[in-house]
């Protein structure tokens, strides 16, 4: 089934009242909204970070912030980062505190794809063990923690996708 999701206008960041397939909305470059979470550990050492699966079209293969996705029409901000967190790492969303921290406006040109999206970012504070983590395999191919240095190094070999501002949170709440 095609996902729908919201229009955004490109100066309010504010929906428009239309709607689009997410395809089409990458297709043409049409604004529209996404979720983001950034999950890191207690004391604050590492952050856990998701790889696309190779058969996405978007940087396949590609390191990534550990869970984001679209957000489906007519659905809160804050509901669609429970959904993805439970849909592509098979965690509880219910165990743990949602914090809001930004929304972002963000764009990717790759692949064919011409993606313009508006993303809430959140963060959450937690020691999750690896093996409570079950990855949707037609989204997410591996999850593992990295320092702060070792986020570090992903980025300066465009080893994970380049989420500028995002990466500017990270480094601000990392020790």
């Known amino acids: 089934m095609e996902e729908i999701i919201d229009i955004y206008d490109e100066t309010t960041g504010e ?8 395809n089409k909305a990458h297709q ?4 529209h909204s996404s979720i983001h979470i950034l999950l890191i550990n207690e004391d604050k050492t590492k952050i856990l970070l ?4 190779p058969d996405k079209k978007l940087y396949p293969n590609m390191w990534d912030i550990t869970v984001g996705g679209h957000i489906t029409t007519g ?13 592509e790492l098979g965690l509880d969303s219910e165990k743990f505190e949602f914090q809001f921290l930004n929304k972002i406006k963000e764009e990717f040109l790759s692949n064919g794809v011409n993606s313009k999206e508006f993303v809430y970012v959140y963060l959450i504070k937690s020691d999750v063990d690896l ?3 079950i990855v949707q395999v037609e989204e997410v ?17 465009d080893e994970i996708i380049n989420h500028k501002e995002e ?9």
Not at 15 to 22: D, W
């Open 50 to 53: 998701q790889k696309r699966c």
């Open 131 to 133: 093996e409570d983590i």
């Open 15 to 22: 929906k428009t009242g239309e709607t689009i397939s997410k």
């Open 167 to 175: 990466f500017e949170l990270i480094k601000n709440i990392l020790n």
């Open 28 to 31: 043409n470059g049409i604004w």
């Open 75 to 87: 659905e809160e901000p804050l509901i669609s980062a429970k959904r993805e967190l439970a849909e």
């Open 141 to 157: 191919s591996e999850a593992r923690w990295f320092t702060k240095e070792e986020l570090l190094t992903l980025i300066a070999n």
